[in-house]
């Protein structure tokens, strides 16, 4: 698990640098309101997640395959409540939003998803 929380945190700092730069170099009307809570949320669900999941993984696969999928979903659903709610709380700044907050999923889920495969076989080799 310190190794996944040392590459996220590589991985968010290299996140946080491309999102300084957007913030300088783009248009105003480019910019995603909130960026860096976005990050935040980001990475405190990715560890979370990718803990919960490590820890599932040691009891039966089928345990992991249901808590994988559960969370899966939970968690987009989670992000369109998330995304709704700003439409609703600051209409004239949703697209940004809405743009800016999917593609830190998508970049994020890129990122765990290796990391936990490889987790899970070291694991299955170990065992």
Known sequence: MKNFLLKLLVFSL???CIEYAWQYFAPTNKHMPYSW?????FILITALFHYLSI??????PQ???RFYMASTALRMMLYLVI????RYIKPHAFVPFAIGFMVHYLVFTI???PMLLNELKKAE???
Do not use: V
């Not at 809570?37 to 949320?41: G, K, Q, T, V």
């Open 111 to 113: 990122f765990e998803t």
């Open 55 to 60: 820890r599932t993984s040691k009891g039966k």
């Open 14 to 16: 290299i996140i946080a």
């Open 83 to 86: 995304i709704l709610a700003f």
């Open 37 to 41: 809570i976005a990050l935040a949320f």
């Open 125 to 127: 080799n170990n065992a």
């Open 63 to 65: 345990s992991f395959i």
